[in-house]
């Protein structure tokens, strides 16, 4: 877009490298076509989170899509935004039949600038949930697993890099914390779940790689003999179906910077042997830019070499695996300044071909930051360290009585009364404490009409005034009738056993008499439910009124005959019902 583009080194020198190393500019011309509009410059084509919710929710809406299908919250963000995760394959009609179904697990976006990686997917999703026959077959061999968006946050916000925690979330793979990357700490305990019903066959974390041109591969060398270029064999057959990917492009150096990343985490702990980082560039291939039609025919030429791959005869990775032995042991020879022919009878094993690879920097050079340092994350972290676990209600119980009985013995302990000096004692002694407040010695103070009882009591932590009440129902007690133990003819007022100075409950002695107490009477004073009403008299025929009124000829009784050809008006009150017309049988039966 716009005319006049040029990218120049400037005279600006970068502080974060040493020697001669200076910054560049881009610079290039565009005029506006509308006056008042408003107008966006990216640095690749937009695709935001809303665009990904639409494109979901085309595919949901679709009766055929749906049925092989599956979406579901993979987890939530820290910015409460929701991960998805997509399930697509044919539903088998047999457990054995889907066990047998191989694992495709496909990720992209998790560094939010790099829009050109949701294209790629874009491409990849509207291929596997086609209607061509490749489509299909794979479907039919395959179970694939994809997050088409892992850092929904960075991208809403506009982070280019970093997470909302400002961390790069492909450098915590390695040991996630759940609370800081639920998105990573997500895709991590699927695949380990995966694995355990079903062998993952390939995982792809989809990239935009900011430095280098055309279409590319990161992956993991493997050394045992028996696996030796395996790794290499899938990026060198996406490189035989486009000319946009570029298999001389592709490094599987381990570095330990990169230790954190999802492709060595995947293939370490894992153990997934074909654990890929794909990256497309910002710019384009064979002096051509690309544009969003080239990125999503990527995701079509990845699922055409994985059924190359997985192919059931074998010939297709015979054929590319002695084509890469040639190439590597090309390199070596010119490395060591011989023939490819010295070389010949030499196994892959003696071959240290990782000294052959340069360093795979670029977009994907950043090293590991650490923790998340936000402070609300700390004081969560903090707060679930610190936090005690509950104790059971027994405990919980036996606590507060020890602590009840600690201050019941703070409060029964007496003053200790200061020894006095003797004789011939040394002057020298301790300097006497001060005296109590005076609000402590009234509180503290007992008259001599106080009975010593009372002060036992109060001793042990009976208050005064509920003391003065006891005395005074007691009282009252022993006013009452007595009653005498059998065989004992004397009387005596009932003494309080239940209120004794030591508060324990006692047998009463032999000869004791204790009061008798009456049984409380209960009289309910309102029924509780309201009485039913009176059940209403039953119907009688009708009769003549008792006070008839005035001009009114009361007929004579009719004969049965008569009766058949009168009408009643009768009405029910208890039933609510009214019948207008009665007819009276000589049968006694009533009809409409």
Not at 54 to 67: G, P, R, W, Y
Not at 284 to 297: A, I, R
Not at 433 to 438: E, I, Q, S, T
């Amino acid at each position: 877009m716009g005319h006049n583009i040029h990218y120049y080194k400037n005279n600006i020198r970068r502080k974060d490298c040493k020697g001669e190393r200076y910054q560049y500019s881009l610079t290039w011309q565009f005029q506006f076509p509308y006056n008042g509009d408003v107008c966006y410059f990216s640095h690749c084509y937009p695709y935001s989170y809303t665009d990904l919710q639409k494109d979901l929710l085309e595919i949901a809406n679709d009766a055929v899509k749906s049925q092989y299908v599956k979406q579901r919250i993979l987890c939530h963000s820290l910015g409460g935004n929701m991960v998805h995760l997509l399930t697509v394959t044919t539903p088998s009609t047999h457990l054995t039949e889907a066990k047998q179904k191989r694992a495709v697990v496909v990720t992209a976006r998790v560094h939010p600038g790099e829009t050109n990686s949701s294209y790629m997917m874009r491409g990849f999703i509207n291929f596997i949930t086609g209607s061509s026959p490749d489509a299909k077959v794979l479907r039919d061999n395959f179970v694939f697993k994809i997050v088409p968006m892992l850092n929904p946050d960075g991208v809403i916000v506009g982070n280019y890099r970093s997470s909302l925690a400002a961390r790069d979330l492909n450098r915590n793979y390695k040991n996630p914390i759940k609370d800081a990357y639920p998105s990573i700490w997500s895709v991590k305990a699927m695949i380990r779940r995966m694995l355990t019903e079903r062998e993952v066959v390939l995982y792809c974390d989809l990239h935009g790689h900011s430095r280098k041109m055309n279409v590319f591969m990161y992956g993991c060398e493997n050394k045992e003999p028996s696996l030796r270029l395996q790794e290499r064999v899938f990026p060198n057959m996406m490189s035989r179906n486009t000319s946009k990917f570029k298999y001389s492009s592709c490094r599987f150096k381990v570095q330990k910077k990169k230790e954190g990343t999802g492709r060595i985490v995947m293939w370490q702990q894992m153990g997934i042997l074909n654990s890929f980082t794909m990256e497309a560039t910002f710019a384009g291939y064979n002096n051509v830019h690309f544009n969003s039609n080239d990125l999503e025919d990527m995701g079509y030429h990845f699922c055409d070499t994985l059924l190359d791959y997985c192919d059931p005869d074998p010939s297709k990775v015979e054929h590319v695996l002695a084509n890469l032995t040639r190439i590597v042991k090309a390199q070596y020879a010119a490395k060591i300044g011989k023939s490819i022919e010295d070389l010949k009878d030499l196994p892959l094993e003696d071959l240290d071909i990782s000294d052959l690879e340069s360093s795979d920097g670029g977009s994907d050079s950043s090293v590991s930051d650490g923790p998340p340092k936000l402070p609300l994350l700390r004081k969560k972290c903090a707060s679930l360290q610190s936090k005690k676990k509950y104790k059971t209600r027994k405990e919980r119980n036996q606590i507060h009585r020890q602590s009840k009985r600690r201050n019941s013995k703070q409060t029964s302990e007496p003053a200790k009364s200061k020894p006095q000096s003797v004789a011939g004692e040394s002057s020298t002694t301790k300097e006497e404490k001060p005296a109590k407040p005076k609000q402590l010695e009234r509180r503290c103070s007992v008259s001599s009409a106080e009975s010593p009882s009372t002060l036992a009591k109060q001793a042990h932590g009976i208050p005064k005034h509920a003391q003065e009440r006891v005395e005074e129902r007691q009282a009252k007690v022993n006013k009452g009738p007595t009653q005498v133990y059998p065989n004992i003819g004397e009387t005596s007022p009932a003494p309080n056993y239940l209120l004794s100075e030591d508060r324990t409950e006692h047998t009463p002695p032999v000869g004791a008499i204790i009061p008798q107490r009456r049984a409380p009477t209960w009289v309910r004073r309102t029924p509780r439910h309201p009485a039913p009403p009176p059940p209403p008299p039953p119907p009688s025929q009708p009769s003549t009124p008792a006070n008839p009124p005035r001009n009114v000829n009361i007929p004579a009784p009719l004969s049965s005959k008569q009766i058949q050809n009168i009408n009643y008006y009768y009405h029910i009150p208890t039933l609510g019902l009214t019948f207008s017309t009665l007819k009276v049988t000589p049968h006694l039966r009533l009809s409409h």
